[in-house]
């Protein structure tokens, strides 16, 4: 009993040490890798074509002046948000399947969905100062937990396009949070991802004050991720 105690306790021991020096590269190198899965996540899941004619007809509000130059834009609340829900419907539904294991569109060797929920494995000398020791030692896996909601907004950007035209640009904004879990490690990371759902030439010149381009975004869709 003494011999198995002794194992046990200089085992958490030397544990605990460890990770109390590399807690820090840990988590910076699990940020990394956590935020090139999620922003190839996003890409996989949202397509150009998500969003149908029919959803995108009238969703901006383009103000010209006498002289046809584009004073600014505006949206149009209701079908800016029925595409952000559209959107973030999509999301919430792929969030599921990675925490339930049931997503198999993943290219990655070190993320991966099971149905006790996303798992990132890394190796245990993965912070060594050392670059040759950083892929050795036994793998550590932390869970990773979507927290909090996913937060979508339309923003848009016109800029010059020839002679007397513009590009109209539609870009949807998601704002995912994730938590890093482990006995000893709690973190959180924010990804930030645009995806462009629509693009359109029309006429009208961007006046020089704006620096040929015009930008606006509109509110927020939050939508708890449970």
């Not at 509000?61 to 079908?79: A, C, F, H, S, T």
């Amino acid at each position: 009993m003494i011999i198995v105690f002794l194992i046990f306790f200089l085992t958490y021991s030397l544990l605990k040490t460890y990770y109390k020096y590399v807690k820090e590269p840990l988590i910076v190198s699990a940020k990394v890798k956590l935020e090139k899965f999620t922003n190839n996540f996003l890409s996989n899941s949202i397509s150009y074509d998500i969003l149908n004619d029919k959803n995108l007809e009238n969703i901006l509000v383009i103000n010209k002046n006498k002289n046809g130059e584009i004073l600014y834009v505006d949206y149009n609340l209701d079908k800016a948000y029925e595409a952000l829900e559209i959107i973030t419907d999509v999301i919430y539904e792929k969030i599921n399947d990675l925490e339930t294991g049931y997503y198999s569109d993943v290219q990655d060797e070190e993320i991966s969905p099971t149905p006790r929920g996303l798992m990132l494995k890394m190796p245990l000398f993965v912070a060594s100062n050392n670059p040759l020791l950083t892929s050795f030692g036994p793998d550590i896996y932390t869970r990773i937990n979507f927290d909090g909601a996913v937060l979508t907004n339309i923003k848009s950007q016109i800029t010059e396009y020839g002679y007397n035209n513009a590009l109209v640009e539609l870009f949807v904004t998601i704002n995912i949070s994730e938590q890093l879990l482990t006995p000893v490690i709690k973190d959180k990371i924010e990804v930030n991802y645009d995806v462009l759902v629509a693009s359109k030439v029309i006429n009208g010149r961007v006046p020089e004050f704006y620096d040929g381009v015009i930008e606006n975004e509109s509110a927020n869709l939050d939508i708890p991720i449970t």
